[in-house]
């Protein structure tokens, strides 16, 4: 256990004594106070606070002298107290244990966020040790603004969340490292230039013609910075495209130093991240829910779809077409199958041509699709039925000849007492029904 040589007051009393005066050892006190806000906080065994230094006060969000008397419960968020009670009550139940034989883990800062004056919510990391056999604890606490977004960002990235909010947490991250009230994020990932952060600043300026001077200037990742903000780009892992652009009103005269810098480019490279793994993410999904022949719905995606569908009440009735092509078989046969596969992509085309947009089309089967049209009543699936059968007028043009192509639809509305398998097998009998007559 330390001893201190000056009281409290005194040792962190940095505007009223002189390093000079003080020796080397307060003078190390005081450019501490100075230049690192940090709270110090002593707690009975109890957690009231008993003593703090004068920069708690600025840490915690109300005057130092507020703080003596109170309990840490009346402090902390109560989602945070679930982490950090059970550990504290060990400690102080143990606390020559403790003193005797400290944990073996180094010194962890726990994220928590403290109650202001003005009533809110103050992120900042929390760590702890035993003062004495009594039970005391004397905390240690520091702004965590950037500590906790940075967080934010990490759990949402590694959580399935979408790109736009974790977009909307790196903005908000850019403005806790920088301490600024507002930052702009913009991107075109999608077509045309996204602004995502406040939409009421003329620091950004025209987003579409950002990007566009970004591009045009060789795909620099430099900083650019003059007397009213600073753009950092955001590239791709292999320095050959541009995801976006991260934009803040200018915080210092001069533009960024070199850790300023060191900061811009671990948040343009978390960014980068989060517009790599969104893509990842995207060709994935491609992937898993896309027939790799003819690109509509594979058969458990459109299953999936249409389950969706079904559920939701603006979405009934649910009409299911049920498309088979006629003598497929013969076309394989006389043809090939790369004639085959050629004609069911030309098939899978002419039936999205002929849906609406908000229907869905799948392909269930060798040379079966299916179409869930929410919305949909029986009399339009017969207009819809008709649509498909006109599609196959014309026949197939191939790249050596052409080919004639028919199709069967069956049709089956969904009712009330209906169960998906039910709607499923109408649909599939009502196709077999009209196969005869075609």
Request: glycine share 6%; net charge negative.
């Amino acid at each position: 256990m330390f001893r201190l040589s000056a009281s409290p007051a005194d040792l962190f009393a940095v505007n009223t004594i002189r390093a000079d005066d003080l020796g080397l050892e307060l003078g190390v006190y005081q450019a501490f106070g100075d230049r690192f806000t940090c709270a110090l906080i002593l707690l009975e065994s109890d957690l009231r606070i008993v003593w703090t230094n004068p920069a708690a006060g600025e840490v915690l969000g109300r005057p130092s002298e507020e703080l003596l008397g109170m309990n840490v419960l009346d402090l902390v968020h109560s989602d945070d107290l679930d982490q950090i009670m059970p550990m504290a009550l060990e400690i102080v139940g143990q606390a020559a244990e403790t003193l005797d034989e400290p944990a073996a883990a180094s010194t962890v800062e726990l994220p928590v966020r403290v109650l202001s004056a003005a009533g809110t919510w103050v992120p900042v990391s929390v760590t702890g040790r035993v003062f004495d056999e009594s039970g005391r604890l004397l905390a240690v606490i520091r702004p965590a603004a950037e500590r906790h977004a940075l967080d934010r960002v990490l759990d949402e990235m590694s959580g399935g969340v979408s790109l736009e909010r974790i977009l909307e947490s790196l903005v908000t991250l850019l403005c806790a490292q920088f301490q600024v009230d507002d930052a702009w994020l913009i991107h075109d990932h999608d077509g045309g230039a996204v602004v995502i952060g406040s939409d009421a600043d003329p620091s950004v300026g025209q987003p579409e013609a950002l990007l566009a001077e970004i591009r045009d200037d060789g795909l620099s990742g430099d900083v650019r910075a003059d007397e009213h903000r600073w753009v950092a780009p955001v590239l791709s892992a292999t320095q050959e495209s541009l995801f976006a652009a991260l934009v803040l009103p200018s915080p210092r005269v001069g533009g960024p130093n070199p850790f300023d810098n060191h900061v811009l480019r671990r948040t343009t490279n978390l960014t980068s991240l989060a517009f790599t793994r969104a893509g990842d993410d995207r060709l994935l999904h491609h992937a898993a829910t896309t027939d790799h022949l003819t690109r509509v719905l594979n058969r458990r995606a459109f299953e999936s779809q249409l389950a969706q569908h079904a559920l939701r009440a603006d979405d009934f009735p649910v009409t299911l077409l049920f498309v088979d092509v006629d003598r497929f078989k013969l076309v394989n046969d006389e043809h090939g199958h790369r004639a085959g596969d050629e004609v069911l992509v030309a098939v899978a085309k002419r039936i999205c041509a002929s849906v609406r947009s908000r229907d869905s089309v799948g392909r269930v089967g060798g040379d079966e699709f299916a179409i869930s049209c929410p919305g949909m009543s029986h009399e339009h699936a017969e207009v819809a039925r008709q649509r498909l059968h006109e599609a196959f007028a014309a026949p197939i043009k191939l790249k050596t000849h052409d080919i004639a192509v028919s199709v069967t639809v069956g049709v089956a509305t969904a009712n009330d007492e209906d169960d998906l398998e039910q709607v499923v097998d109408r649909s599939d009998a009502d196709m077999y029904a009209h196969k005869p007559r075609r």
